[in-house]
């Protein structure tokens, strides 16, 4: 939460400096913009490294360089060497720091909590960020106010050295790797499989990239609103950030109570509506108390969304992806809000304030109607830990980690009248496939025999096909369950593993001389 507070002290003091050095609203909302697009940009690479290495030292070390992003800021904006676009480019690295930071330390909450305290932990966590939002900035104004905006970026600066302290000296429980580590290409891509393949997920995705266009108005517009809409100075503006981050913490302490009466679905749209109206009041008060009530409201509607969202997110991804589905969800969001940043920022320049958080409210209006054909899931409850039931067969023919590709069929007895319950359940089973790794799948019938059906797909290496197993989770094996009892043959299904061979190869290993290679392979005299 110290760092937290350092963090918005220095938002607030790059923001007004913005508005004393260049004039512009598109330049002043690029502030909020260079904070949020290296989010969107290198999320999924820092979502991949926090599910594949040491979630504490990705940590320490994003926050090792923000520290010393900060310090060299705030040199600059003390010797007067600060420009427009030098300023950008160091909340843009801030911001890349912060991309880094931001899946491991949203997937270590899940490493802290058993999983039916996840959403409380997660709401926790969002509050401490909250109290500080609704402080911090009413702190930050007064030091700009008081000593400049290079005082805030110092002030973040310091805010750094306790976190790293406590980083420094975690010492988290890791759980065994059964398997070696994804190269980075790898690990991003079965991380967008995964959420491509995953509804809940793939909804949450499609939702909050609409929701952060339209939310980022606000933030993005506060300067203005406190300067132009109600005349005040760097004071009001913290005010007014003060009044959002209350909201937003007492929308995180009544997140409990909300989400025991309220579907995720019904909490997230009544969060929409009521943002929107927030919005579109924010431009039309000239009254700071007012102004200060209305974003109190958007600050509850904030916090509710998003958690929502994250809580989703988590809740239907196993350990194994959680940071990188995090990451996806992040670059969603916060990629919304980047665009939306700029895109109110113009707007503003051209049409003015008003006309640029009446077309947000509009957009967060299009977010809430949205549930209606996409809505949150309602189950919370499914079970994503891993089955751990796999052992790697013996082969009579010598695999390696590298070898393939590898080809698995898996042979079904189904009666005529089991038909449609069994092709009903291979349509989820495809889905599981294809979202844990397996590639080319298809179900093929016999035509000879009307009950045999054969499953069939592949796995580009014997590891891959080791991974692709050990990421069965126990709520998965439901529908392996359900095959199995649709299954009518005397056996179990017949489960065969093969590798892909090219013709002509010679499974010795001498070298065979030009008269055996020009020699048939077969007695010519033999019987086809």
Request: aromatic residues 8%.
């Amino acid at each position: 939460m110290a760092s937290n507070f350092g963090g918005l002290i220095q938002s607030v003091g790059a923001s007004w400096m913005m508005t004393s050095i260049a004039g512009s609203a598109e330049m002043i909302t690029l502030v909020q913009a260079s904070v949020t697009l290296p989010i969107m940009l290198l999320s999924l690479v820092a979502g991949a490294l926090a599910d594949n290495f040491d979630r504490r030292r990705m940590m320490l070390a994003a926050q090792v360089f923000m520290l010393f992003v900060s310090v060299a800021l705030a040199a600059c904006a003390w010797t007067g060497l600060i420009t427009p676009w030098l300023l950008l480019a160091f909340t843009f690295m801030i911001g890349c720091g912060t991309a880094f930071n931001g899946p491991a330390w949203q997937a270590s909450v899940g490493d802290m909590v058993e999983r039916p305290d996840l959403p409380g932990a997660i709401a926790l966590n969002s509050m401490g960020f909250n109290i500080a939002r609704s402080l911090g900035p009413a702190i930050g104004g007064a030091i700009v106010a008081a000593a400049g905006a290079a005082a805030a970026f110092a002030v973040n600066a310091a805010s750094y050295v306790g976190l790293i302290a406590v980083l420094a000296r975690w010492r988290p429980d890791h759980a065994p790797q059964p398997l070696p580590r994804e190269t980075l290409g790898v690990a991003m891509a079965a991380g967008i499989r995964y959420a491509a393949m995953s509804p809940a997920i793939r909804t949450v995705l499609g939702r909050s990239a609409i929701f952060g266009i339209g939310a980022s108005a606000i933030p993005a517009l506060m300067p203005l609103i406190a300067r132009d809409v109600i005349a005040g100075g760097p004071l009001t503006y913290g005010l007014l950030l003060g009044s959002f981050g209350f909201g937003a913490v007492a929308g995180a302490l009544a997140s409990a109570r909300l989400r025991s009466a309220f579907s995720s679905e019904t909490l997230a749209r009544g969060s929409c509506l009521a943002f929107a109206a927030a919005a579109a009041l924010a431009g039309l008060s000239p009254w700071l108390p007012a102004t200060m009530a209305v974003l109190l409201v958007a600050g509850v509607a904030w916090v509710l969304v998003l958690s929502t969202f994250n809580v989703t997110v988590q809740l239907h991804s196993p350990r194994w992806v959680v940071a990188r589905a995090l990451s996806l969800y992040q670059m969603a969001a916060f990629g919304g809000m980047a665009g939306g940043s700029w895109l109110w920022g113009v707007i503003a320049e051209d049409h003015g304030i008003w006309a640029a958080l009446a077309v947000a409210a509009t957009v967060l209006l299009g977010c809430a109607l949205l549930g209606l054909r996409l809505p949150l899931p309602a189950r919370s409850d499914i079970d994503l830990d891993p089955l751990r039931s796999w052992q790697a067969p013996e082969t009579a023919v010598a695999v390696e980690p590298r070898s393939g590709p590898v080809v698995i069929t898996i042979e079904y007895r189904i009666r005529p009248e089991d038909r449609r319950p069994f092709l009903a359940t291979m349509a989820e089973r495809r889905r599981i496939r294809r979202r844990d790794g397996a590639r080319h799948w298809t179900l093929l019938r016999d035509l000879a025999d009307a009950e045999i059906w054969i499953e069939r797909f592949h796995l580009p290496t014997w590891l891959e096909y080791a991974r692709h197993n050990n990421r069965v989770t126990k709520a998965d094996a439901v529908v392996t369950e359900r095959l199995r009892a649709l299954h009518c043959g005397k056996k179990a299904p017949i489960i065969r593993r093969m590798i892909e061979r090219q013709t002509g190869s010679i499974p010795d290993s001498r070298t065979p001389s030009p008269r055996e290679l020009a020699e048939p392979l077969t007695d010519p005299n033999a019987s086809s």
